[in-house]
Nanobody
Framework: VQLQASGGGLVQPGGSLRLSCAAS????????MSWLRQAPGKGQEWVAS????????GYADSVKGRFTVARDNLKNMLYLKMDSLKPEDTAVYYC????????????????WGQGTQVTVSS
């Protein structure tokens, strides 16, 4: 199982980024997937999750209305579109595979990507 996140970078407040996560070694279509993040000096934080059929499981209150999670099972890809970015969104973002649905606790994920850095700053 491998998860490769990409698409991070430096963006000004109010800007947008689209993160991608390429999955290999397993059929993405069979699994509930999530994005999590870790800001400097802080613990890991759940951001968003999506069910295997593409329906959204939920968003953290801090990103609700600004972030959109999506997936393309045919391409084995997971996405996170981030709009109206704020400095407090600065973090390393990870895609993660869960062993079952409804997982939101970072310690319960069984596979993580390597992370992609998002920095929101003027």
């Amino acid at each position: 199982v491998q998860l490769q996140a990409s698409g991070g970078g430096l963006v000004q407040p109010g800007g947008s980024l689209r993160l991608s996560c390429a999955a290999s070694g397993f059929a993405l279509s069979n699994y509930y997937m999530s994005w999590l993040r870790q800001a400097p000096g802080k613990g890991q934080e759940w951001v968003a999750s999506i069910y295997d059929d593409g329906s959204v499981a939920g968003y953290a209150d801090s990103v609700k209305g600004r972030f959109t999670v999506a997936r393309d099972n045919l391409k084995n890809m997971l996405y996170l579109k981030m709009d109206s970015l704020k400095p407090e969104d600065t973090a390393v973002y990870y895609c993660a595979k869960a062993p079952r649905t409804s997982v939101r606790t970072p310690g319960q994920y069984d596979y993580w990507g390597q992370g992609t850095q998002v920095t929101v700053s003027s």
